[in-house]
């Protein structure tokens, strides 16, 4: 196996026995991504070569002094273009911030640095978070390592795309309403979105505050742990911040669960779930129960209507935090002469893409005098009962499981003309983020075709340690998690 088709671990793993250094493993991933970036476009904004070398010959340097390493040393890490990183362009993949550099870093970007990681480019992205495919980014589509006629899925596409086409080990990215779990599962490696608070969000450019969370991808459940290890805990400047120590992952991901409950919910089995998806989750589960694992009925009543009430409260949301980009105070700023209001009008025209307009004129409409407790409100009720049907889940067992998506990776164009058809992409994952729970998708198995297909474990509130030891007993047993796509 080449350097580059190895995990994190394995990596330091290298470099900590003298087999490589950093800049060989810096070298390595440079020249994988400019042999497989023309056919995937992964990135927003390329890795720059010197700062890449540069960064890790001073991590070479530290190791070779004697000092503390950090838990990520010399490990190229692909970050979402939503993520601040000061100096560098922010974009969101919208024209309306294409020249927007912040001044300063994410505080998952500055945990990252902490860690001594090599911070290895930002990745492509549906404009704000807004999508399920990444063909709603201002600037190119992303295509799927495994058949690059397909989506990767999105909203982070490049950041999954990215770490399944072996141009970076991990990479981070957002979880709105299934932006992490379902572009893992169609590219076929590991996503987590983590409990709501858990990891601050401060720096995070916002599309629905109430629902976004910065999780990561990786090869591997440990690898992903190992992420989670170096960005969860509290931080003061996000008041969403929940103050709770985080668990040290790794050191427990490989023990199994014993006298583990497997919850399958009736409702994540029914009517438009692809036949070879079921299949796939069906003997995913037949193999936890050969490792001793209880399957357990649970019902999610209320989960049909958790589609509806997601397209109403992300929406909202987005309508007031995307008011801010006026080409007056924020953003781009049109050249046509006009008075404040035509300015304003003409500069969020010429700066937002179709969807993102389409999604504030939604948010703005169920807000509006009239109709706020006829839709935001009434999606605010069904939230709730959302999260109770899950409360009373998990006092029948420890792990909701069944499938992330309900098709695989479809082809580029295929529903462009039916965002309906998108947001049904989303079916199985926004209910996650409603209830602010976290919740991560594995491989487990392919379509006929080649096409990858991902399990979904959703767990209580704060249960990433469990859910990360659930999916390794997963892991130990099968090899899906080992496969690379041959771009």
Known sequence: MSLFEKTATELLALQAEGKASAVEVADAFLAAYSAREPK???????????????????????RKS????????GVPVAVKDVLCTKGVRTTCSSKILEHFVPPYDAHVVERLAAEDAVIFGKTNMDEFAMGSSTENSAYHLTRNPWDTERIPGGSSGGSAACVAGCQAPVSLGTDTGGSIRQPAALCGIVGMKPTYGRVSRYGLVAFASSLDQIGPFAHDTRDCALMMEAIAGHDDRDSTSVNRPAPEYTKTVDQPVKGLKIGVPREFFGQGLDAEIEGAVRQALKEYEKLGATLVDVSLPHSPYAL??????????????????DGM???????????LIATYSKSRAEGFGKEVQRRIILGTYVLSSGYKDAYYVKALKVRRLVKKDFDDAFEKCDVVMGPTTPSAAFKAGEKSDDPLALYLSDVYTVSCNLAGLPGMSIPCGFTKSGLPIGLQLLGAPF?????????????SVTDWHTKRPKV
Do not use: C
């Open 308 to 325: 509806a009430a997601y397209y109403i409260v992300a929406p909202a949301e987005a309508s007031s935090n995307l008011a801010r980009y």
């Open 66 to 73: 004697g000092r503390p390493l950090g838990k990520l040393a």
């Open 463 to 475: 249960s990433e340690e469990q859910l990360f030891r659930i999916a390794r007993m997963y892991e």
């Open 40 to 62: 995937l476009k992964s990135f927003m904004l390329s890795p720059d070569p010197d700062a890449v070398r540069r960064r890790a010959a001073e991590i070479d340097a530290k």
């Open 329 to 339: 105070h924020y953003g781009h700023r049109t050249t046509e002469k006009g008075d």
